[in-house]
Every structure is written in structure tokens, then in C-alpha cells.
């Protein structure tokens, strides 16, 4: 395989609820008509656990620890050599790994998403441009107060507890320092549209380069 057909790593990070996904899925409508591209979420690769349930749910899913990061490199690090994957499935109704995997094939754009996609130096080293969805913290609990209880079927009282507990406290300790690794920082996610453009511009440059537009 040449270097002209090295696929494209985007790394969308930032805050849980913060709008890196909204971003992660405007770049991918951009090019989806034009060129091959595919989302790859941290979140697929929560590890496995033997824990009875009533442990599990009390699992710290903000750490880095949380990860099965050796996984996820090997898997990036598999796509870029252009081979299929199968992508494990996280399911958070029973807060474990499924027995399910999801069979991905190799694509020219891959964008990876996730809290802590940053945190890991040679995940970092495998991306061709690194971005930090930036936003307020109050903005980011109502966002996650909504997305959880309507999709996750969580009481308002747990989520707030874990916001206090882990949630909030693990942003400000490994997610936001991340924010130094970033090449672009983008305020307010998906509402951004000046900075989505302009990624978007950059990505279309590289295909280019590389001979994959």
C-alpha cells in the first residue's frame, strides 16, 4: 500500500454531551456522498466485565482505566492497513460488552469519537488531525440530563449523582488537559458551523493529497 492511499484518521474529542458527536456526524454527511468514510466511537470499546451487575453500574466510565484502548489501537492500526474489523458493541442496559460485534470494512476517512481519544499517546499518533469540541459545563449536564433519559432510560437522580461523582470530576482531570494535543478547537460542537466548514476544508485537502478524492 502507498502512502497516497493511507486513510484519513479525524479524532473529534471533548466533554460527555459536549457536541463532539454532532460534529463527528456533519463531517460524515459532508463526504459521504463523495468519498468512503466511516465513524469509529470510543465508546464501542468500553471493556468487558465480570462484575455482577450491581457492580458494574457503579463502574467509572470517565476514566481512562474504563477503555480497552490496546483494542481500539489495534483495530485503528488494522483499518489503516485496510483491513476489516469487527467492531464490539457496548449495550448500557446491562452496562457491559455485548456478545454482539459489528463487521466494519476499511474506509478512506475514518472518524474516531470519544472523551478520551486524546489521552494515549500513540492513539494520538495515529490521527492525521486531532479536534477538541469545547463547551460549558452547564450546557453539557442538560444536554446529558436529556440524552440519558430518553435514550439510556436513566432516572434524573442517577444521572445527577454520577455528574458529581465521576462525570465532572474526570473531565477536569484527563479530558480538558487533552485539550493541549488538539489542532483545532471548536466552541459550541455542532452549532459551530464556521469551524466544521473549515475542518471539512481541510479533510477535502489531505484526499486530495493522498489521491483519494
Do not use: C, W
Amino acid at each position: 500500500m502507498t502512502e497516497l492511499q493511507k486513510p484519513i484518521v479525524i479524532g473529534i474529542t471533548g466533554g460527555s454531551a459536549s457536541g463532539k458527536t454532532t460534529v463527528a456526524h456533519a463531517i460524515f454527511e459532508h463526504f459521504s456522498k463523495n468519498s468512503s468514510i466511516m465513524l469509529l466511537e470510543q465508546d464501542s470499546y468500553y471493556k468487558a466485565s465480570d462484575l455482577p451487575f450491581a457492580q458494574r453500574k457503579l463502574i467509572n466510565y470517565d476514566h481512562p482505566l474504563a477503555f480497552d484502548t490496546e483494542l481500539l489501537i489495534s483495530d485503528l492500526k488494522k483499518l489503516l492497513r485496510r483491513e476489516s474489523i469487527d467492531k464490539p458493541v457496548y449495550d448500557y442496559t446491562i452496562h457491559n460488552r455485548s456478545e454482539e460485534t459489528v463487521h466494519v470494512e476499511p474506509k478512506d476517512v475514518i472518524i474516531l469519537e470519544g472523551i478520551l481519544i486524546l489521552d494515549d499517546e500513540e492513539l494520538r499518533n495515529l490521527m492525521d488531525i486531532k479536534v477538541f469540541v469545547d463547551t460549558d459545563d452547564d450546557i453539557r449536564v442538560i444536554r446529558r440530563i436529556q440524552r440519558d433519559m430518553i435514550e439510556r432510560g436513566r432516572s434524573l437522580e442517577n444521572i445527577i449523582q454520577q455528574y458529581r461523582a465521576t462525570v465532572k470530576p474526570m473531565y477536569h482531570e484527563f479530558i480538558e488537559p487533552t485539550k493541549r494535543y488538539a489542532d483545532l478547537i471548536v466552541p459550541e460542537g455542532g452549532e459551530n458551523q464556521v469551524a466544521i466548514d473549515l475542518l471539512a476544508t481541510k479533510i477535502q485537502a489531505i484526499l486530495n493529497d493522498r489521491g483519494l478524492a
